[in-house]
């Protein structure tokens, strides 16, 4: 059974930058890739990023592309997100989620979460 725990969030300035940690348990890098979400109030939960522990794939929506950046660090069992240049519709509670590996990197089927950590930027 994976477990999440999310870390990191915080209230910052539009343009500063903030690193999400996931710490992840119960699971092997190999058999699982793993995502952020994130979601606004009065939204739906968004897909945000994705990585894969082997390869190195990455995936990205485009309202963050270029702007965040997905990692991990197998021997911490722990998966990052680097946030910079961030704006006020970054604003949203941010969810570290595990599904079981697949050939491709998807923005879906993911279904193990953690607690989420909010983040909220001002203007």
């Known amino acids: 059974q994976v477990q999440l725990v999310e870390s990191g969030g915080g209230l910052v300035q539009s343009g500063a930058s903030l690193r999400l940690s996931c710490s992840v348990s119960?699971?092997?890098?190999?058999?699982?890739?793993m995502g952020w979400f994130r979601q606004a109030p009065g939204k739906e939960r968004e897909f945000v990023a994705a990585?894969?522990?082997?390869?190195?794939?990455?995936l990205y929506a485009d309202s963050v592309k270029g702007r965040f950046t997905i990692s991990g660090d197998d021997a911490k069992s722990t998966v990052y997100l680097q946030m910079n240049s961030l704006k006020p519709e970054d604003t949203a509670v941010y969810f570290c989620?595990?599904?079981?590996?697949?050939?491709?990197?998807?923005?879906?089927?993911?279904?193990?979460w953690g607690q989420g950590t909010q983040v909220t930027v001002s203007s």
């Open positions: 989620a595990a599904r079981p590996r697949s050939w491709r990197l998807r923005s879906y089927g993911y279904d193990t």
């Open positions: 119960g699971s092997t890098s190999g058999s699982s890739d």
């Open positions: 990585m894969a522990w082997r390869g190195g794939s990455t």
